[in-house]
């Protein structure tokens, strides 16, 4: 059959303390890690908020001012078809 002996199956010399504090490091490390990866897409997050804020004042504004130029434009063309009338 060839099979492994039961020692063979078993990690020799492994302290569960040792265990524990390794995957303690790795939990903190993993911790520390996810932490800041946050906070960097949280300063993200807040750049495009910034940054959409300004695009959508500036749409707006446009917006604004073609409508103002559309209103005098429709007033002298109201003005020009009176006058063509007379």
Do not use: W, Y
Not at 23 to 30: D, E, G, S, V, Y
Not at 48 to 58: A, C, E, I, S, W
């Amino acid at each position: 059959m060839g099979g492994c002996s039961k020692q063979q199956l078993k990690p020799s010399h492994i302290h569960p303390q040792d265990t524990i504090a390794s995957l303690r490091a790795k939990m903190q490390q993993n911790s520390r890690e996810c932490e800041e990866r946050n906070r960097q897409l949280r300063e993200e997050r807040e750049r495009v908020q910034k940054h959409f804020q300004l695009l959508k004042n500036d749409m707006n504004a446009a917006r604004e001012q073609e409508r103002a130029r559309l209103t005098t434009l429709t007033l002298q063309s109201n003005d020009a078809i009176k006058k063509l009338k007379q």
